[in-house]
């Protein structure tokens, strides 16, 4: 690998290193990313639109909340599915180590699912729309570090050179952004005017936007920085193992829903904009797989 | 005190001798390692040579598998080793994919990270390391890096200058070091990995449970 790198002069191969099986954070670990973006994205687009169109909104706080329940309890599995020892699980109550982002996502997580279910209980049980309102921000500034603390865990994995704090953390952030809006436009859809269907759709093309340009940012000016991530990204250029599934990603989850959201524009069509948003939560996985996968195949001996 | 562990390898012929008795002492379950000598054929023929590399956990000062560990399982002792509790361990791996060095594994039997501890048992009871005890040619120093009498330390004071360790660049300041090391030992993107080009094609793998 890395043949940019190797001397002919030295003409050196690795003839014997027994390097330790692949893949160590699997396809699991790609969904729990993927679930915890829409259960924390679904939170800031309610807030945004309680905000922007209250009278249009009403409706939809306990269905949402109800979706963020279900997709955190997806992230939530995955992870304990992805554990090798998962009935330890509660060491890292018991046992927790406070620089290590998995400890602190955790406790964090809990705590975020404590609070879903109160405002579930809020909205179902007692009604009470006041009440919902007023912890709803406490909510949405706890998803902020939920969403970000996988960035902070990928950070820590000081041997991925391909993933860096600043980056991961805005790819994180734009991840919760686009398919919380991609799903609030298939939840809400009928229920939502144009004006905050469009809103949404805003939301999503930026965030769309946003996230392929840090991605071409990093295809391009990452290799000159690194030679571990010029290694990483041989994987998703050229013959690489990565490449169809690499530009299959973006094309789906970003470049088609803006190209669909201008369309939607011109047209109006609610189709059109739904359509992006399923686009842009399938590639999203696609995307997020290929940027978990590819550090992982880079030998480290 | 901070024990360290000096690796001349001018001195290592590759004869597997410490990783057979580093198997041995720490029950390594089948396809796993925790210390392995890598080869890296150099040169074209007939101007070839081998080279030998033993690779091992670092214990690092600045361990990234301790930081990232979310229940302290891998932890430092006083001696400067970074130790691993196999009965906490959640086996979430991020020690493994936080590690620059490759050092960390799954072991197949447990379901828990696993590593080398500079044989941490032997060392509390005044032995050495079982990989220095077999090295048959001395290529293994292991010792306390604060006491400028031990051999490790007089040893990296008479090869000043020739004292390497694996990614200095990623910060995390290694207490295992290599005499005569060089890019194409230490450095694994300098040399190439050629598919059906090792001298052990078929290596037996052991899953390691679930989907991994």
Request: with cysteine.
């Amino acid at each position: 690998m890395a043949a940019h790198e190797i001397l002919a002069a030295t003409n050196a191969v690795v003839t014997l290193d027994v390097a330790l099986p692949g893949t160590v954070w699997p396809w699991l670990v790609t969904v729990n990313m993927w679930a915890k973006s829409i259960g924390t994205g679904v939170i800031f687009m309610l807030f945004m639109l309680l905000k922007r169109y209250p009278d249009q909104v009403g409706k939809l706080r306990f269905p949402t909340i109800v979706a963020s329940i279900i997709f955190i309890h997806i992230f939530l599995l995955f992870t304990l599915a992805d554990l090798h020892q998962p009935l330890r699980m509660w060491h890292i109550f018991f046992y927790p180590h406070i620089t290590s982002a998995i400890t602190v996502g955790a406790w964090m997580a809990t705590a975020f699912v404590g609070l879903l279910f109160l405002l579930a209980f809020l909205s179902f049980v007692k009604k009470d729309n006041a009440a919902f309102d007023k912890i709803l921000p406490w909510v949405v500034a706890l998803a902020i570090p939920v969403t970000l603390y996988t960035a902070g865990l990928m950070s820590q994995c000081t041997a991925r050179e391909l993933w860096q704090m600043p980056t991961e953390s805005a790819q994180m952030i734009f991840a919760a952004l686009l398919s919380g809006s991609a799903f609030m436009l298939l939840l809400g859809g009928g229920k939502l005017n144009w004006d905050a269907q469009k809103s949404l759709a805003n939301i999503l093309a930026l965030s769309a936007f946003m996230s392929f340009v840090l991605y071409m940012s990093e295809y391009i000016f990452g290799p000159m920085k690194a030679e571990e991530v010029a290694a990483v990204l041989e994987y998703i250029k050229g013959d690489g193992p990565y490449t169809s599934m690499f530009w299959i990603g973006q094309w789906v989850a970003y470049l088609l829903p803006m190209l669909l959201i201008v369309i939607s524009r011109v047209s109006k069509s609610e189709s059109i904009l739904k359509l992006a948003a399923i686009l842009a939560l399938a590639g999203l996985w696609v995307v997020k797989h290929v940027w978990l996968m590819i550090p992982q195949l880079l030998p480290m001996s | 005190m901070q024990l360290g562990f000096l690796v001349d390898l001018h001195l290592c012929m590759g004869c597997k001798g410490c990783e057979i008795a580093c198997k041995v002492e720490n029950e390594v379950p089948l396809s796993t390692w925790r210390l392995r000598v890598k080869y890296v054929d150099v040169g074209t023929f007939p101007e070839t040579k081998r080279t030998f590399t033993p690779l091992r956990c670092n214990h690092c000062e600045n361990a990234p598998c301790e930081r990232i560990c979310p229940v302290s399982a891998l932890h430092y002792l006083d001696n400067g080793i970074v130790n691993i509790d196999k009965e906490r361990c959640i086996g979430c791996a991020g020690c493994v994919m936080a590690c620059p060095y490759g050092a960390i594994y799954i072991d197949p039997q447990t379901q828990t990270a696993d590593k080398c501890t500079y044989c941490a048992h032997r060392v509390a009871s005044s032995m050495m390391p079982a990989c220095v005890v077999a090295c048959p040619v001395q290529a293994n120093i292991f010792g306390d890096l604060d006491d400028p009498t031990s051999n490790i330390s007089k040893y990296i004071q008479s090869n000043q200058g020739n004292v390497q360790v694996r990614k200095p660049e990623k910060g995390t300041n290694p207490h295992h070091y290599y005499v005569g090391g060089g890019n194409v030992t230490l450095n694994p993107l300098a040399s190439q990995r050629i598919e059906g080009h090792s001298l052990f094609n078929k290596i037996t793998t052991l899953p390691v449970g679930g989907h991994h």
